[in-house]
């Protein structure tokens, strides 16, 4: 909840920024001349505009607590966000208003640009001063300090981390936390192994302080599930309801639909690109790759090649970045997604949805259940072009660490799963593709 305000805050912040910058751009414009015609000729056009820079600067990422930091990466962010923005106002109010703002549409961006940057300096200053709850872990664990260290280090997340003990004797805690102003406990699972830690949870009650176990909230905080940390109790929790009924239905009517319409509108784009794989390299266009798909089915996927041919002769392997048998034009292909429009075909019948976990080789498959816990779980659901892991770690060689990875994004796609987590991985897959990121 305390995430949903802070965004909250964020977007009302900006949207006040940029109407602010708006005024100050038309009373600079037209200096003794301003007049309130002035501001309503300009309020309707420079509101859609705001709207869709409101979305843009979403799929960029500004309000993700990661990027939220005043850093180099913030920075780099907005300006990007900006420049996409302002090329985007161009072209509506160019085709799309009578009226040209040319001048009043600079002086609001450079006059956004400060107050932005300001904004946002005021707003994690807020955040680090008032909106701050401070965290005691009961359980020492390697994941318990992974996490304190992720929180104390991002402090505009709006947490910090007190402690991390493995003492819960009730008079003791009792003591530290009204000394501290504890707001949450992280209990770890070896914590409520102890006697009396049924008491300790029950005295923490009148105190008003929000209890969460480790799992949940590292879950809450990086979007991710820690696979080393649960067991099956947690699966028969999270996971006994695998088939949302009206929410599959809505997913695989929209699946169709529209891998119908993309494919149509692909379709004169093949022979141009089945010509240019070919002058690359020799070979055929087309490829078939076995994978699995829900509940460990084989699956064959289509796609266009992006590696010389006979790239496997001596055996599976897994792409590793900058790979050598990858040709110049399969990079393109990759970068942009292209390679895999056949796959439209894929989701038509029904072997992948758009989104959801992608989809492994059978090879691969075996060892990764071997070495990962709780790996097989990811065939629970239809797998997907694309997915939440694909858009949280899009970069890093494939590997049973970056499948480790993966896989915690995963889980947590198949237990949050919905319309809307679908269309915001969407979006931001489109953001990605156009910044040529992600493999």
């Known amino acids: ?41 300009h309020l309707l056009p420079f509101t859609v505009v705001y709207l869709i820079w409101i979305f843009i600067f979403y799929l960029a990422g500004l309000y993700s607590p990661q990027i939220a930091q005043n850093n180099y990466k913030f920075y780099s962010t907005t300006l990007k966000a900006i420049s996409i923005s302002a090329f985007v106002a161009i072209g509506i109010f160019y085709i799309t208003f009578v009226i040209a703002p040319k001048t009043v549409l600079v002086i609001n961006i450079l006059i956004f640009l ?18 701050i709850k401070n965290v005691l872990f009961l359980g020492e664990s390697k994941e318990a300090k ?27 805690l ?4 009204k000394k501290e102003s504890i707001h949450i406990v992280v209990h ?12 300790v949870l029950y005295f923490l009650i009148p105190l008003g302080i929000t209890v969460y176990d480790l799992p949940r909230f590292y879950a809450d905080v ?13 699966f028969l929790e ?39 794989i070919s002058i690359s390299s020799k070979g055929e266009a087309f490829y078939t790759q076995t994978r699995l798909g829900k509940n460990e089915k084989i ?22 970045d900058r790979d050598e048998r990858v040709t110049k034009v399969g990079n393109f292909l990759r970068r942009m997604r292209i390679d895999e429009l056949p796959q439209l075909w894929n989701v038509v019948r029904g072997d992948l949805s758009f989104i959801g976990p992608r989809p492994e080789r059978p090879e691969f498959t075996k060892t990764l259940e071997e070495q990962i816990p709780h790996y097989q779980i990811r065939h629970l659901i239809r797998p997907g072009l694309t997915g939440w892991a694909q858009i949280n770690q899009p970069l890093g060689n494939a590997s049973v660490k970056d499948s480790t990875e993966k896989l915690q994004y995963d889980l947590y796609y198949v237990k949050n799963r919905s319309l809307v987590l679908d269309l915001d991985i969407l979006a931001k897959t489109i953001m990605i593709v156009l910044k040529r990121e992600g493999h």
């Open 1 to 41: 909840m305390i995430n949903k305000i802070k965004k909250f805050i964020l977007v009302l912040g900006d949207v006040l920024v940029l109407y602010v910058s708006l005024y100050l751009a038309l009373f600079l414009r037209y200096a003794g001349n301003f007049e309130i015609e002035l501001w309503q000729e």
């Open 114 to 131: 400060a107050l932005f940057v300001l904004w946002r300096q005021l707003y994690n200053n807020i955040v680090k001063s008032t909106l």
């Open 146 to 172: 992974e996490l304190a260290d992720i929180l104390n280090s991002n402090p505009q997340f709006g947490y910090k981390v007190k402690n991390i003990t493995n003492d819960t004797k009730e008079i003791d």
């Open 174 to 177: 009792a003591d530290f936390i």
């Open 188 to 199: 770890a699972k070896e914590a409520t192994r102890e006697e009396n830690f049924s008491g």
């Open 222 to 234: 990086t979007k991710k599930v820690p696979v080393s940390i649960i067991g099956r109790t947690w």
């Open 238 to 276: 999270n996971l006994l309801e695998v088939e949302k009924g009206v929410y599959e239905t809505l997913k695989r009517m929209f699946d169709v639909v529209f891998a119908i319409i993309l494919g149509v509108i692909a379709l004169p784009f093949f022979p141009f690109i089945i010509l240019a």
């Open 299 to 320: 699956i064959k996927i289509l796609k266009f090649r992006t590696m010389v041919r006979e790239a496997e002769k001596h055996g599976v392997q897994w792409t590793k």
